[in-house]
């Protein structure tokens, strides 16, 4: 919202819900393309194209997933720092010590649970964690919104800067709704698939999101262009409170990186033939060193160039616009070709070269945004 403003923000924060829903609609549409089960999504580009487009969309989603986790660590560090200035504001900690703890805890609950469906229970308490702190934030910022004078929603920045910005923002809309890798998150999902599947999108892209349009609008309406990237780094309130919510979003976060990370894990846990008892000798020794090892290169990277914003912006440029709508589009056309109309394949092909071209404007954008950030900030900055 900062670097959009009201009309244009809101424009296009549904806009990017509405072509999210329409991309990841037609990925479940070719779910049992072929007359089988395609439960990742490299399988199913693997099946359409061949072995080729399996690795280069396996490359994918790896980038995607690696920036993911570390855009993770940070917002956990970010929320751990929040909770400590709380308590000693002009203490020695910062940001970058933050994260290492966060890579730290990251890595221990990796190696506790060694696949996605060891965290049905970790699912309920992470659920419970959002709301935490949803509630908090929208609480919170509406008390300081009611309280504060006028607001400045000017968009900051040179006329060049705008741009820059506002095509970064682009690719970070389309971030916040886009995993590229829903075939693995639905890969369980009973009968009928394709239809359930609808539903579950149904559901996600409109109930689902209201609790982040709720605490992005209300955010920026209480704060205005001097919102943080961390919202609770701005509301003012209860020092218990805060720290609350700061502690709940830190361990949300630690669940939710093991989700993003769990393709990576389970790839090298049957390449390497790793299963069974997950206490054995071998399995705890191979995940503290491959997962402890993946982890603490994110965290490293994390600690680095810390700025939040600006890893969503390249997540969504090298990764999200290609994953969720180049290829998706570009698939349903191969995959339905004799099936669809003129017009449908025409629609799929400018779908395709839009996206290409927001791609590859946004990848400039956001490594223009790094490149500045890192000169204004410096490595291992405490933001």
């Known amino acids: ?31 049992e393309f072929g007359g089988k089960r395609h439960i990742r999504y490299r399988d199913l580009a693997g099946f359409i194209y061949g072995k080729r487009a399996y690795s280069v969309t396996w490359g994918l989603q790896y980038v995607n997933l690696f920036m993911i986790n570390t855009g993770y660590i940070i917002l956990a560090g970010q929320a751990l720092k929040a909770a400590y200035v709380l308590f000693d504001e002009d203490g020695p900690m910062k940001l970058p010590y933050f994260i290492a703890i966060a890579g730290v805890v990251c890595g221990l609950f990796a190696i506790s649970t060694p696949h996605l469906s060891a965290l049905r229970v970790w699912l309920g308490v992470s659920t419970v964690l959002s709301l935490i702190y949803i509630i908090v934030a929208f609480v919170l910022s509406i008390k300081d919104g009611v309280n504060t004078p006028a607001r400045d929603y000017s968009i900051p920045g040179t006329t060049t800067s705008k741009i820059f910005t506002t095509i970064g923002a682009s690719a970070n809309l389309v971030f916040a709704f886009n995993t ?12 009928p698939v394709v239809n359930n599947m609808m539903k579950a999108l149904y559901f996600q892209f409109t109930a689902g999101v209201l609790p982040m349009y709720a605490v992005t609008f ?24 805060k720290a609350m919510a700061n502690i709940a979003a830190f361990f949300q976060s630690v669940i939710a990186l093991h989700i993003f990370a769990s393709p990576m894990y389970e790839f090298l846990d049957t390449k390497y033939g790793i299963k069974g008892n997950r206490f054995a000798i071998r399995n705890l020794t191979f995940r503290l060193g491959v997962r402890g090892g993946y982890l603490t290169l994110n965290t490293l990277v994390s600690a680095l160039l810390p700025f939040l914003g600006d890893f969503m912006s390249l997540t969504g440029a ?5 994953l969720t709508f180049i290829l998706a589009n570009h698939m349903y056309l191969v995959a339905k070709g004799s099936k669809l109309s003129s017009f449908q394949k025409l629609w799929h092909w400018l779908n395709v070269i839009f996206f290409g071209f927001m791609s590859l404007a946004a990848l400039v954008a956001a490594l223009r945004l790094i490149a500045v950030d890192s000169k204004t900030y410096h490595v291992f900055a405490d933001l």
């Open 180 to 191: 590229g890798m829903l075939p693995e998150i639905q890969a369980t999902i009973k009968q």
């Open 218 to 241: 209300i955010g920026y309406w209480a704060y205005g262009s001097s919102t943080s990237t961390y919202l609770l780094s701005s509301v003012n309130g209860p020092v218990w409170v």
């Open 1 to 31: 919202m900062v670097p959009l403003g009201w009309v244009p923000g809101v424009v296009g924060l549904i806009l990017a819900t509405a072509i999210s829903l329409y991309a990841n609609s037609l990925v479940a549409k070719l779910h």
């Open 318 to 322: 090298i990764s999200t616009f290609p």
